[in-house]
């Protein structure tokens, strides 16, 4: 599958399912892609988490809420994002 408009489309019918990359590979792409895609990834995220109801009523603005706050602090003392998150 040359045709990377090709394989999206079979990413998003789930005809990749099996190859989905684990969560470190995905959050480590996520911390190499151009600063100018982030607000768009953002976007899909936040449209998924709401679709899918991830979140109970607000949820989403209180975890919006500690991420700034906690960006204010030193790297080191920040709040891993998926503390016990596990590659499956």
């Known amino acids: 599958m040359k045709d990377p ?6 990413i998003r ?3 990749l ?3 989905m990359p684990m969560y470190a ?3 480590g792409w996520i911390q190499r892609v151009p600063k100018t895609w982030l607000p768009a ?6 449209h998924r988490c709401v679709h899918e109801k991830v ?4 949820g989403i603005v209180r975890l919006a809420e500690k991420v700034i706050k906690d960006s204010e602090k030193p ?4 709040t891993h994002p998926a ?3 596990k590659d499956e």
């Open 55 to 58: 979140f109970q009523e607000g």
């Open 5 to 10: 408009f090709e394989k999206a489309k079979a």
């Open 83 to 85: 503390k016990g998150a």
């Open 41 to 46: 990834l953002l976007m899909h995220v936040i």
């Open 13 to 15: 019918k789930g005809e």
């Open 25 to 27: 590979e995905i959050t």
């Open 17 to 19: 399912d099996s190859d």
């Open 75 to 78: 790297l080191g003392l920040r």
